[in-house]
């Protein structure tokens, strides 16, 4: 083939014709970087990147209900392959394309990559407005798919089909970054999808992108080096990035030959196993109390892979040792220099191995070693004590207990996958983690609706573990479509949900800022207004039935009452081949305390009602703790 050859094609067939052919390497394994595309077809995209799909069948299509699930469940797919695989998603234009939005927000805020193709108005203009166009007086250069440019790392509109040619490499190149990835944005024009262009061959060819493990500076490391041998009492918080970058061996060589303990955040639990004596667990507003207590006294916290959201830090309250500083290891040059840190900017797996040769000799004194194990002992005691509750006074099941059951009864190899409630918070705590990727919890956005299209994502990425999605009420309300896409598609999913008949998590927090729950449970309203808590069980229930709802969308139903109901339920359910919703109903008022931590949600500053003046009393107490790592 020439150089210059060239071949005709729409330019909705070269973007697929190009994403078919992209790879990703990491320590010499290859893998093609998109796995399909799913999409709901409309006039904005079907006859363009729909009929290439249709033309490319080795490009698999797959139909989702709703185009904000299936950019979760590409995210999913993309977390569980550690970024180093994905999924594309096409729309038509207006709603469907910004149906998108609030996926492409939970891709960027996580850092995973997705690659996002909404349909746009027609770059030739002359028919305008069409359907479902937005008009600006202002400007003919505005459609809704400039919602995405915020949200997106990489955005671009492709008003002519030769800018393809430069904007697929850039896209990649975005995606394909550890320090950069997130969700991509290319707006395409209907009337352009459709253009035939003559070209260069040269764009189809296969293309590798190697994900290279970047290493820190020498001497940043050395420095960090003393400034871990002077350290009085070392922390290590572990976060996503360990994952991402495979680190979970690396670290565990760490900590058993340095001795430093080490708390995990939403993304980064799993990085070592529950059972190791140096793992302390969660950490931060929904953390341990083994955990917590280090983390108020450290002098040093060596962050891997983390961003610090306000659940890491207590909302800057969690690290109260006045002379506290930070070693951040992180691909990102943004996320290692958070809190005034010694930035060793580089691959998590790469650099703690390096940092790991600077400090030859060196081991964390016994003291310290000693309480770390103490304090993990009794972390797990205190679990134990809270899977052996059962019921709560109410007679329902309680929320800890039926984690325990799914921890202690479910399949040791699956995945948990869950995102937004009172769940995140409590499986923080009590989850047992036996393996680096079990944990799939989605915290950056903590999205409801996520749960049951993540599940999907992470099962069709990793078919033969089980895939467990927890999920409550509320968010399964909201989203819960794409359960028929697993029954079609044939990805099994088992989905425990948990009906408390409302918002648990947001209920107890409005309580907490003096609210009663006001507006948190799904009842019927009584004398003109939705009754809180206060109103106790003199209330009436929807007549909202979940079993049938999930049975009319073709899942195997099983219906539970008490933890007994639940564990002889999840022994069912490894024999069953389709996906199965075990249904729950729990309490609402029972749940897992806090541990030594804090998280600042602003409370009234002025009310007429008490309970929000002593909230906000208290509130002001806790405010204080609040530092700058300077
Ligand atoms: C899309 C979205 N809307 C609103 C919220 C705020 N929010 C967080 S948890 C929650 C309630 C979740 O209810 P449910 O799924 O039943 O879980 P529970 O709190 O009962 O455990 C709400 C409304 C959110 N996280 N995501
Ligand atoms: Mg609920």
Redesign the pocket.
Known sequence: MSTNSTIRLTMAQAVIQFLKNQYTARDGIEQRFFAGCFGIFGHGNVAGIGQALHQYPDFRYYQTRNEQAMVHTAVAYAKHKNRLQSLVCTTSIGPGAINMV?GAAVATVNRIPVLLLPGDIFARRNVAPVLQQLESEHSQDISVNDCFRPISRYWDRINRPDQIITALPEALRVLTSPAETGAVTLALPQDVQTEAYDYPTALFAKRIWQVRRNRADQSALQEAAAWIRAAKQPLIIAGGGVLYSEASLSLREFVEQTGIPVGETMAGKGSLRYDNPLCLGAIGATGTSAANLIAKETDLIIGIGTRYSDFTTASKTQFQNPNVRFININVAEFDAYKHSALALVGDAKATLEELLVALYGYTNNTENQNRARQLHDAWESEVDRLYAIKTADSGLPF?GGLIGAINDHGDPEAVMVCA????PGDLHKLWRTRHPRQYHMEYGF????YEIAGGLGVKMADPAREVYVL??????L?LHTDLITSIQEGYKLTIVL???R??????SLSRAVGDQGFG?RYVYPKNGSLPTDEAGSDVEDLPVDLVMNARSLGAHVIECQSYEDLVQALKTAKTIDRTIVIYIRND?YLGVPGYESWWDVPIAEVSESDTVKAAREEWEENRVKERYFL
């Open positions: 609030t929320q937004a409630g009172s769940l903590s999205c409801m609706g999920v409550g009420d509320g968010s399964y909201m948990m009906d408390n409302g918002y648990k998590s947001i209920g948190t609402r």
